[in-house]
């Protein structure tokens, strides 16, 4: 049981607030503008394509930049229902997404959603929380035994 609760808090807690922290670091510094996606980065991912966008944009000083989005993702449904959702209710352009670059090296850029920057750190956390917490009850069974065991030993004392 501590097992488990060692391994969540190594393997899962520390690397999103790790990841977390980085991002931070990179949001504070970062400058926002809008972008293009001009195209899709595919690759064949173990269970099938998966694809990143590319985006194109414009600094302040006239430049144009390209990057290829870091997070790769596979098609799912909901890529598909939120893609229609947006483009035919909320009427939005959904080639046109907000970006973060650095002012310092504007390759160094993200797509500004929590699909591309938080969800895996995120999704990382709630399972290692979601890990304690299901070891907790079985935690405190375990030292109710030893406590318990401790008076009973104490009584032959």
């Known amino acids: ?18 990841w977390g922290f980085f991002l931070l670091s990179f949001r504070l510094r970062s400058l926002e503008t809008t972008g293009t996606i001009i195209d899709y980065h595919t690759s064949r991912g173990r269970y099938g394509d998966i694809s990143a966008p590319v985006v194109e944009f414009r ?23 939120s893609d229609l959702f947006s483009r035919f209710v909320l009427k939005k352009d959904t080639n046109s997404v907000k970006v973060l670059y650095d002012p310092n090296d504007p390759q160094k850029a993200r797509v500004n ?45």
């Open 1 to 18: 049981m501590i097992v488990l609760i060692v391994v969540a808090v190594l393997c899962l807690i520390v690397p999103s607030l790790v």
């Open 59 to 81: 600094l302040p000083d006239g430049r144009t930049i390209t990057f290829t989005e870091k997070t790769h993702t596979s098609g799912t449904i909901f890529d598909l229902l």
């Open 113 to 157: 959603t929590f699909t591309y920057l938080y969800f895996i750190p995120t999704l990382l956390f709630v399972i290692g929380l979601g890990l304690i917490l299901f070891t907790i009850p079985a935690f405190r069974e375990f030292l109710i035994l030893i406590i318990d065991y401790i008076e009973r030993l104490a009584k032959y004392l």
